[in-house]
């Protein structure tokens, strides 16, 4: 799996949101040498959620844990709205879909910032 964040204006206008704390530049590059990959901590941080998961099922687990990455470091205001907008999506697929979706962001994003509560990446993308 590779993570890698993008630069742009969507970019620049999350780093602003959140005070200018991330980098804008690439994962590999973020916080210079001796800084693990974004793509290996996710992968680490997701292991709840991945287990065993085969190569479709890998994907979408891998984007909801990058979607639960990226919520965790907002604040709590922008954090909530961005979990209700998806709720509200996943919502199309069923109610009982949407509950069990929400309990894993909240897992998620409790064990983000239990785990690696000074890390304030952004990941943008997510590919095989």
């Given at each position: 799996m590779s993570v890698r964040t993008e630069r742009g204006p969507a970019r620049e206008a999350m780093a602003a949101r959140v005070g200018g704390q991330h980098s804008t530049e690439g994962v590999h590059s973020a916080g210079g040498a001796g800084v693990r990959k974004l793509s290996e901590v996710i992968l680490e941080f997701a292991r709840s959620v991945m287990g065993d998961a085969a190569a479709g099922t890998f994907q979408g687990?891998?984007?909801?844990?990058?979607?639960?990455?990226?919520?965790?470091?907002l604040p709590a205001d922008l954090r909530r709205a961005g979990k209700a907008d998806l709720l509200r999506t996943a919502r199309r697929f069923g109610s009982a879909y949407a509950r069990q979706l929400g309990r894993v962001m909240d897992e998620l994003v409790e064990r983000k910032q239990r785990l690696y509560p000074d890390d304030a990446r952004i990941a943008a993308t997510v590919s095989a």
């Amino acid at each position: 799996m590779s993570v890698r964040t993008e630069r742009g204006p969507a970019r620049e206008a999350m780093a602003a949101r959140v005070g200018g704390q991330h980098s804008t530049e690439g994962v590999h590059s973020a916080g210079g040498a001796g800084v693990r990959k974004l793509s290996e901590v996710i992968l680490e941080f997701a292991r709840s959620v991945m287990g065993d998961a085969a190569a479709g099922t890998f994907q979408g687990a891998a984007r909801v844990a990058i979607v639960a990455w990226n919520l965790a470091n907002l604040p709590a205001d922008l954090r909530r709205a961005g979990k209700a907008d998806l709720l509200r999506t996943a919502r199309r697929f069923g109610s009982a879909y949407a509950r069990q979706l929400g309990r894993v962001m909240d897992e998620l994003v409790e064990r983000k910032q239990r785990l690696y509560p000074d890390d304030a990446r952004i990941a943008a993308t997510v590919s095989a």
